[in-house]
């Protein structure tokens, strides 16, 4: 069972200059405080409120410039699907989709969205453990790049729709590869007793059951062994090795491999965690499958895009507790989910110019959510912030708007990408009327006495 509050750490916790350095888009500016590219944050909170999502299309860009050229500085043929569960923002996916990217989806509405962002089907893979007919059909019909199957049941039913509707489903085969990725247990999925993927020893016959089935075409192998990993290559290069492993006995018995999927999951520094670099993770993909001269997919969702977005906030008072001082926020745990559902560690920035360099004590951060586990930070290093300060959450682009919800009847925030000295509102805030619109109160149930 999760601790409802944030586990304390052993090392101290990076101070703000140590956040700005390893953040280039961030900058902490003499008159306008904190800057992202060329844009204050002030300045968007002014016109725009809070909280809100601000994303760096040049991080975004940079990022995935980064992963492309280790794929190819590795001697690598390689493609990048971004993982649009980490960031479905319409803008984001096409600043992603305009240097090249691809998508992986996970549903019909990840699928709309990536092609609606002008991504094209022949660039997007679908993963997921449930897809319902009506999904696998909208992706044939769409002319997706390919499907991951998940489970033999699955790729019955594929074969049914595909060969129903006349065509022919290109689909790869998803190996859970029973390596422990060492990362949180909510988001580790290349363990046997996770729901992900085929039971590694299951899949030669599989495999040559897709290929002797109408409306399959069996395109190759997929591993996805979790998210935010960040204790060195080993994980990964096991994984690997292994669908390197089976790729050599299915080809061997002249089956067809095409290409293979070597899923997302590199981890980010959040705090002081030394994730593995993308050439580190290149080079591990060239050393394990290289050898097999096919080309290789990649679909990082986090690495790219966390770290090119914050979440900015505003103080609504300061409260001192019996023994503490809480700052109490405009933003809560249905907006950033993270730290209460993984424990997670995000930097809190003050906005203003001279609050980054006030005395700085102890303070709890939290949100107006009627729940304990709506904490953001405990005992963090921050200056006084009084009502109407602006804080920024770092690394908030990647698993933030996407999993932000209601919850306490609160809209949601609005997003803001930043491109340059340019900046727009990419979703305007969620309308307190949209919250009750679409509800309908049965006739029967009469007026209230
Ligand atoms: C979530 C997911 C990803 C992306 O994971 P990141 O940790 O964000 O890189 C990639 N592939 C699959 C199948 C996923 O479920």
């Known amino acids: 069972m999760a601790s409802p509050l944030p586990v304390p750490h052993d090392t101290p916790d990076p101070d703000f200059a140590d956040l700005l350095a390893r953040r280039p888009h961030l900058k902490a500016h003499a008159l306008d405080g904190l800057v992202m590219d060329d844009v204050p944050l002030a300045q968007i909170a002014r016109q725009v409120g809070t909280p809100t999502w601000v994303y760096s299309a040049a991080t975004l860009r940079?990022?995935?410039?980064?992963?492309?050229?280790?794929?190819e500085g590795a001697g690598l043929t390689a493609s990048v699907h971004f993982a649009a569960k980490a960031n479905d923002s319409l803008a984001v996916l096409r600043v992603l989709g305009a240097e090249g990217a691809g998508a992986d989806v996970v549903s019909e509405g990840e699928l709309l969205a990536a092609r609606a962002a002008g991504i094209p089907a022949r660039r997007i893979v679908f993963s997921g453990v449930g897809k319902t007919e009506r999904e696998i059909a909208l992706a044939l019909r769409e002319g997706?790049?390919?499907?991951?199957?998940?489970?033999?049941?699955?790729?019955?039913?594929?074969?049914?729709?595909?060969?129903?509707?006349?065509?022919?489903?290109?689909?790869?085969?998803?190996?859970?590869?029973?390596?422990?990725?060492?990362?949180?247990?909510?988001?580790?999925?290349?363990l046997a007793e996770n729901k992900f993927g085929i039971p590694y020893t299951d899949a030669p016959a599989l495999y040559?059951?897709?290929?002797?089935?109408?409306?399959?075409?069996?395109?190759?192998?997929?591993?996805?062994?979790?998210?935010?990993i960040t204790e060195g290559m080993a994980g990964f290069r096991a994984a690997y090795a292994r669908v390197a492993e089976m790729a050599q006995?299915?080809?061997?018995?002249?089956?067809?491999?095409e290409r293979l999927d070597c899923g997302g999951g590199l981890g980010i520094s959040y705090r002081d965690e030394a994730p593995p670099s993308p050439a580190a993770l290149a080079g591990a993909i060239k050393a394990t499958l290289g050898p097999l001269g096919l080309p290789v997919m990649l679909e990082p969702g986090r690495w790219i895009a966390a770290p090119?977005?914050?979440?900015?906030?505003?103080?609504?008072?300061?409260?001192?507790?019996?023994?503490?001082?809480?700052?109490?926020?405009?933003?809560?745990?249905n907006d950033l989910v993270r730290p209460a559902m993984y424990e997670a560690w995000h930097g809190i920035l003050p906005v203003a110019p001279d609050a980054l360099h006030?005395?700085?004590?102890?303070?709890?951060?939290?949100?107006?959510?009627?729940?304990?586990?709506?904490?953001?930070?405990?005992?963090?290093?921050?200056?006084?912030?009084?009502?109407?300060?602006?804080?920024?959450?770092?690394?908030?682009?990647?698993?933030?708007?996407?999993?932000?919800?209601?919850?306490?009847?609160?809209?949601?925030?609005?997003?803001?990408?930043?491109?340059?000295?340019?900046?727009?509102?990419?979703?305007?805030?969620?309308?307190?009327?949209?919250?009750?619109a679409h509800q309908v109160v049965p006739d029967w149930l009469g007026t209230t006495a």
């Open 308 to 333: 090119a977005g914050v979440l900015l906030a505003s103080v609504v008072l300061q409260k001192r507790g019996a023994n503490r001082r809480f700052v109490i926020l405009d933003a809560a745990m």
């Open 144 to 190: 997706i790049l390919q499907i991951n199957a998940e489970s033999a049941e699955e790729i019955e039913r594929i074969s049914s729709v595909a060969d129903a509707m006349g065509l022919t489903a290109p689909v790869s085969l998803r190996i859970n590869p029973d390596v422990d990725a060492r990362t949180h247990a909510k988001i580790s999925t290349g």
């Open 358 to 436: 006030a005395p700085a004590s102890p303070a709890d951060v939290v949100g107006p959510v009627c729940e304990t586990g709506d904490t953001f930070a405990r005992g963090r290093a921050l200056p006084d912030l009084p009502p109407g300060a602006l804080v920024a959450f770092l690394d908030a682009g990647a698993y933030g708007a996407t999993m932000s919800s209601t919850y306490n009847a609160r809209p949601l925030a609005a997003e803001v990408l930043v491109d340059g000295h340019r900046w727009a509102v990419t979703r305007p805030r969620q309308p307190l009327e949209a919250l009750l």
């Open 208 to 228: 040559a059951r897709m290929a002797s089935l109408p409306g399959i075409r069996p395109v190759g192998l997929a591993v996805h062994i979790g998210s935010q």
């Open 249 to 257: 006995a299915l080809m061997g018995r002249g089956l067809p491999v």
């Open 62 to 71: 940079r990022r995935y410039g980064t992963l492309r050229d280790a794929l």
